[in-house]
């Protein structure tokens, strides 16, 4: 069995720092919060990117948002014959079993899974070609998106052309589950699509009826 190191000790300093201060002073609300069970105000899919923080962004506190990240910020197709996979669990469990109202996709500058998919669609990426290759089958999702903005010569400008192309692709991927689409049909569950720049704070949300993203 693997012998697990102590934890680093900046680490250890920061939990007793947060027992001594925000838990402290939240201590009623975290009893509360387990007494009562979760009743989040959405699902919030973002990048795993660690400079990406949506429940900063949006002054969030225990129990306000069910929180998934993953490569890329990026929801796959419904699929019923999938066995094993994270992503489309939590769709499941937020939509079915909370009942959450809103489900947000979230974007982000200097992607590094969309410049992957980007660099594996150019071939400058042969190790992401590979069958074995985790993160390359998944970022291989945006491939098609990726033919949509092939024809932007300017590689930055490219790249955030396919960064707002990986939340439409979620955010389409999201109406094939039978169960989102039924409760966006009901009026039960609405889809928002952001995109958020990690170097000025600026956030754009995804408008349905230009298809463009416009300022918040």
């Not at 959405?42 to 990240?69: K, M, Q």
């Not at 890329?72 to 079915?96: F, G, K």
Request: net charge negative.
């Amino acid at each position: 069995m693997h012998r697990a190191k102590p934890l680093p000790q900046d680490l250890v300093d920061r939990y007793r720092s947060w027992t001594e201060t925000t838990l402290a002073v939240n201590a009623l609300q975290y009893k509360r919060l387990a007494e009562d069970g979760q009743h989040p105000k959405a699902l919030l899919i973002s990048c795993c990117d660690s400079r990406v923080n949506g429940l900063s962004i949006f002054g969030a506190s225990h129990g306000d948002f069910f929180v998934h990240r993953n490569i890329a910020n990026l929801v796959p197709p419904y699929s019923a014959s999938r066995r094993e996979h994270a992503t489309s669990a939590v769709i499941e469990y937020a939509v079915m079993v909370l009942e959450i109202p809103h489900i947000i996709i979230m974007g982000h500058s200097q992607c590094g899974g969309v410049a992957g998919c980007r660099d594996m669609c150019e071939g400058r990426a042969p190790a992401l070609e590979a069958e074995d290759s985790a993160v390359g089958r998944w970022i291989d999702m945006l491939r098609e998106a990726h033919g949509r903005v092939a024809h932007i010569q300017d590689i930055d400008e490219r790249t955030r052309a396919l960064e707002h192309e990986a939340v439409r692709v979620s955010i389409t991927n999201l109406l094939t589950f039978p169960y989102v689409a039924a409760a966006v049909d009901a009026g039960r569950l609405n889809i928002h699509g952001l995109w958020t720049d990690i170097a000025t704070g600026e956030l754009l949300a995804f408008d349905g009826e230009s298809s463009e993203f416009q300022q918040v």
